[in-house]
């Protein structure tokens, strides 16, 4: 397919210019900080908020606690799956990187051949922050911030178009809402099974608090106690 955007006449191929420049006014460790965070820094937030959010859920636990595991274990299976949805995307459209079809750009990152549309790195995110906001809105809001955020890196970066990080948020976007119902009708009964578990249940709530108390499911329990209810009343 022909290239999208192959002018500077293009809104597109300006906007990446505007925001591309700002790379060029700023400090050289600026620039380091963000070739870091937009590469590799703001997917390593975005699995620390993911296992934040499920952390929270394991301690509060309650009748809800295995579907919302089940929905922060979609999160990353849909960022996956939307990755490799994309793969026929790039092979299709052929779109070159930026920096080969236009001169002047700030690239802060080398070695990057392999087509632009769509970004990998917003498809993920956005698909993380989409999958986080199934789960619980509030972290939901700031995965989708933190996704806002890398996408403005890789323009920034000179590594992409605007328009391939649109893609790869309507991307990551689509993925984990349309295919969420499918998803959640599957891991939802095995999260379910996962917190009935001995020795796994820990996976979906804590085993027990401070006082000791068990908040996991136990198998057995419920009988040992109704027989030693029983005794009692003999």
């Not at 329990?221 to 029983?230: G, L, T």
């Amino acid at each position: 397919m022909a290239v999208l955007a192959e002018s500077g006449s293009n809104p597109d191929v300006n906007l990446l210019y505007d925001i591309n420049g700002l790379a060029k006014d700023a400090p050289h460790w600026f620039d380091r900080g963000m070739e870091f965070v937009g590469e590799y820094g703001l997917l390593l937030a975005m699995a620390l908020l993911v296992l934040w959010c499920w952390w929270g859920v394991r301690r509060r636990g309650g009748e809800d606690a295995a579907s919302s595991v089940a929905a922060l274990v979609w999160a990353p299976l849909a960022a996956g799956i939307a990755v490799l949805v994309n793969v026929p995307i790039r092979g299709f459209v052929e779109r070159p990187r930026p920096f080969v079809d236009h001169q002047g750009l700030d690239v802060l990152v080398s070695g990057k051949t392999d087509f632009s549309f769509v970004s990998d790195h917003a498809t993920i995110t956005m698909a993380l922050g989409v999958g986080l906001f199934v789960a619980n809105r509030r972290f939901g809001i700031a995965g989708i911030g933190l996704a806002l955020l890398e996408g403005f890196c890789r323009v920034y970066m000179g590594v992409h178009y605007p328009t391939d990080v649109v893609g790869g948020f309507a991307l990551g976007t689509a993925v984990a809402l349309l295919l969420s119902p499918l998803a959640m009708a599957l891991l939802t009964p095995l999260m379910k099974a996962v917190e009935r578990s001995g020795r796994a249940g820990w996976i979906v709530r804590r085993r027990a608090d401070g006082s000791g108390r068990s908040d996991a499911l136990v198998p057995g329990a419920r009988r040992a106690v109704e027989a030693e209810e029983r005794d009692l009343a003999a």
